[in-house]
């Protein structure tokens, strides 16, 4: 995390077609003291708890990988008879919820670095790699540096839409964004793939910026490694199961990998899009944090991110993304630790009169499907969004 960002080249002009919110940014509200202050709060959250960290939390990541493991070899035994109805539905489910487990609170989370400080070989961002189409190279450049350096930066942050929807009335409207409604079905269904595809920032290709060796090499890995996926899911796990229980479970075995694909899929690009975009998040313009701060970068990540509400196994299965806010802030933290601080930032919010972004899955996903839908037509202002945490009124104002 840097303490400043190199000032980019200013803004251009709002496009026509965009629109501006008047309602001014939180961020903007705060004094360079308070925002150095700020900062020296949430630099103090990260260092105490990683002077905490030992065997408690390594334990916790190696008996969740080790759950993982079970999960799978228990959907693959049963899935060699996966012709029987029973036995396709529980196999299909357990490998679900593997996928799931691996995909959010594993590979994510382990890539990030935020169990780095074990020294543990296996379990490192630099040697992990995971079970989807990204290639773990290309997914740690375009997410752990370009996203959460330049999280919600309007030209900056390609995962703003993705490049290819209009989340945001500020980005200039195009007659594609008419279907969006319709592609964002598929990239729910194959977001494994999409991901990956988005990795290669083919704008980058298409102005000169990225040579096209460089294209072409990444291309080969996301096709290397998209062999590798649809040889163990669609052709490996099938034959085997074949072997065991005739021609029949080949089909029986492809449809729960298929299966159990999308499912995942769907659940990533869930988790992902309500902790990304629904109404209560802001974003930024290039202006607006030509010279950020250490305190200010703080603030852009959690006013940028949203938390989803839920219980322990909600949290457990989401990679603990529903402390979406929490990972923006300390994205190397062990994830099993945003629980234990989200009161701590939330208080650090309320002092302070910034949002604390939180709501249930149902209002947040909801949010981000109606945005998608109205979006994809010309126009659209910004929704209103909280200008402070509640409660500031009557007991923060004068502790900031």
């Known amino acids: ?37 700020l900062g020296r709060e949430f630099d103090a959250i990260h260092d105490e708890v990683f002077a905490d ?14 759950l993982h493991r079970q999960l799978v070899l228990g959907a693959r ?54 079970d989807t189409a990204s290639p773990a190279e290309a997914w740690r450049h375009s997410h752990n540096y370009e996203h959460h350096t ?72 996301i096709g290397g490694k998209a062999r590798r996926q649809i040889v163990k899911d669609y052709l490996a796990f099938p034959a085997l199961s074949a072997l065991v229980s005739g021609r029949r479970a080949f089909r029986a075995t492809l449809a729960a990998d298929f299966t159990a694909n999308v499912v995942r899929n769907v659940w990533a690009h869930s988790i992902i899009f309500c902790g990304h975009f629904p109404d209560q998040t802001y974003t930024f313009s290039q202006d607006e944090v030509a010279q950020e701060t250490r305190g200010g970068w703080y ?40 629980a234990e601080i989200a009161p701590r930032v939330r208080d650090v919010c309320r002092r302070y009169g910034l949002p604390y972004n939180t709501g249930p899955l149902r209002k947040q996903l909801g949010g981000v499907h109606r945005t998608i839908v109205r979006l994809a037509f010309p126009g659209g202002r910004p929704r209103p969004k909280p200008a402070h945490s509640p409660g500031y009124a009557e007991a923060g104002a004068a502790d900031a």
Do not use: C
């Open 1 to 37: 995390m840097p303490a400043t960002l190199t000032a980019p080249a200013p803004t251009a002009a709002p496009a026509r077609g965009e629109e501006r919110s008047d309602q001014q940014s939180p961020l903007a509200r705060l004094s360079p003291e308070q925002l150095e202050q």
């Open 53 to 66: 960290l030992g065997e408690r939390d390594a334990r916790y990541i190696r008996r969740t990988i080790g």
């Open 77 to 130: 035994l049963l899935l060699l008879r996966s012709p029987r109805q029973s036995m396709w539905l529980l196999g299909t489910s357990a490998l679900s919820i593997a996928k799931i487990l691996e995909n959010m609170e594993i590979g994510h989370n382990v890539m990030h670095g935020q169990w780095d400080w074990m020294n543990d070989p296996d379990i490192n961002s630099r040697t992990w790699d995971w």
């Open 150 to 221: 330049f999280a919600n930066i309007r030209g900056k942050d390609r995962d703003l839409g993705y490049e290819i929807m209009r989340i945001d009335p500020h980005q200039r409207w195009h007659p594609v964004y008419l279907l969006q409604p319709f592609y964002n079905l598929v990239l729910m269904a194959f977001f494994e793939w999409g991901v990956a595809l988005h990795d290669l920032n083919f704008d980058a290709i298409k102005s000169g910026e990225k040579p096209k060796r460089q294209a072409l090499e990444e291309l080969k890995a």
């Open 299 to 338: 603030v852009r990540q959690l006013l940028g991110a949203a938390n989803i509400e839920g219980g322990a196994l909600f949290h457990f299965l989401s990679g603990n993304l529903g402390f979406q806010v929490e990972h923006h802030l300390f994205p190397d933290m062990p994830s099993s630790r945003y």
